[in-house]
Structures are given as C-alpha cells and as structure tokens.
C-alpha cells in the first residue's frame, strides 16, 4: 500500500486522501486480480498511478458537471474507475465485450462503494438499443480502435452536442485526418486537444455530435471492418 499511496500523492496531488485511498485499493486489486485474468501490462505503483490513473484523468475538465459519461471498451476500468473516483459528480456506464473484465469490475465497485452501471456488450450493438442510444453526455474510450471506428462506435451513444473523447498519443493529428469521412457520414466534428504530462506526451481527440445518427450506424462489426468509412 505505502508504494502506490506515495505514487498517488505525487501524481494526483488534487485529489483529497480520501479518493487517493480508493485509487490504492483498485490498484490493489488490479495487480492481484491480475495474478488470476489478463488485466494490465503495468503494475509498477509509479507507472500504474501515472500512466492508467492519471492518464484517465487527464481531459476530466473538459466533461460538464453532472454529465452522463459512458466508457466504451473499459477493459479493467480505464479510464472510467479513475475518473468515477476524482469527479463523483459524474453519472458513469461501463461498457465492455468481455464478460470477465465486468466480473472484476463489479468487484472493484463493490469494494469502492461505486455505483456504476456495468454493460456487457458490443458497441455496435449497444449503439442501436434504445437503452443507450443517444443518452450520453459523453463517451470516453481508451485503446479501444482507430479514431475512425471509434467514431462508428461511440458517436450513436451521444446526444446532440455530446462529446466522444478518445484518448490518444502523438498520432492523434492523424488519426483524426483519416477519420475526415466518417465524421461527415456521422454528422460530427473532431479536433486535437494536447496534454503535456511530465512522462509523455497526451492526445485526446474531442469530437462533437452535431445532429443526430443516421440509423444505419453503427453497423455490424463485420461490415464495419470490411468496409471502414
Ligand atoms: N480502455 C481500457 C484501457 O485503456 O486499459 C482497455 C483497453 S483494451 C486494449 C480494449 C478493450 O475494449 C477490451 O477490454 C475489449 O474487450 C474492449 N472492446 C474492444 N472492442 C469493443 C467493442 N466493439 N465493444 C465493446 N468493447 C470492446
């Protein structure tokens, strides 16, 4: 606990000891959970707090208070538990295709006394139910796909203004080049916003819903990597 407590402290100073403690134990569960499923590469205290905590938390200011954020292909909560964590004000979904990340999750929302949403499935095809179709503030996804896709994936999630935030490295100027088509198919708008941590460079694309989904999207997972927009 002591590596991880000062790790957090150094990196995540705003944070009150209350939500520094949380973020020890989810880390404390990561590495042992880890032990038992693929959760994470990183379980060096000093890396995890910087490069899975506070790189989750990075862009927090560009969600609006309140707002109703899904995190798309969550894997072991990131960014999602991190910013549940730091900005309580948030109303959180947790969407995933692997049932087992869910399981430890479901977990870690016990034992942090999180009450979050936990969704087991596809986006593309959690992108057409009624449930969670345009009932977002804001979509978050981390290592997830390229911009492009994640345009297809996200984007049906939001409401009209939302913002899909899809966390990147120095490719993100490209990625958002190539992504020019299927933001004007999915009525959106992107850009670049950098973020200079001490231990690397932090791209997020930001993109914009400007009007609502046409209905084919986002289409089948086959079709959409055989036929990419
Ligand atoms: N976002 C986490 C992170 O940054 O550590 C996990 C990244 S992991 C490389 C990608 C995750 O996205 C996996 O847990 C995978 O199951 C999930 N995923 C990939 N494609 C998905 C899709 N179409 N719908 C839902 N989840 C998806």
């Known amino acids: 606990m002591n590596d991880i407590f000062v790790a957090v402290q150094q990196t995540l100073p705003q944070l009150n000891e209350e939500q520094q403690k949380k973020l020890c134990l989810f880390y404390e569960m990561l590495v042992d959970w880890n ?12 890396e995890v707090a910087q490069k899975h905590f506070a790189d989750s938390i990075l862009p927090e200011k560009l969600l609006k208070n309140g707002a109703a954020v899904i995190d ?41 006394g999180l009450n979050i949403p936990l969704v087991h499935a596809r986006a593309e095809e959690a992108g057409k139910n009624p449930l969670y179709r345009a009932k977002f503030d804001a979509a978050l996804s981390r290592a997830v796909a390229s911009a492009g896709e994640l345009c297809e994936l996200t984007v049906p999630f939001l409401k009209e203004n939302g913002l899909s935030l899809m966390y990147k490295g120095p490719q993100a100027d490209a990625e958002l080049a190539a992504a020019k088509n299927a933001l004007n198919l999915l009525k959106a708008r992107g850009e670049t916003v950098a973020f200079d941590a001490a231990w690397g460079e932090r791209r997020v694309i930001v993109v914009k819903k400007l009007a609502p989904t046409p209905d084919v999207y986002p289409r089948a997972s086959g079709v959409m990597k055989k036929k990419p927009l």
């Open 72 to 112: 798309v292909g969550t894997g072991a909560g990131f960014p999602g538990i991190p910013l549940a964590i730091a900005r309580p004000d948030l109303r959180f979904t947790l969407m995933d295709a692997l049932q087992k990340r869910l399981t430890f999750l479901a977990a870690v929302c016990g034992e942090l």
């Open 35 to 46: 032990t038992r499923m693929n959760l994470t590469a990183i379980t060096e205290p000093m």
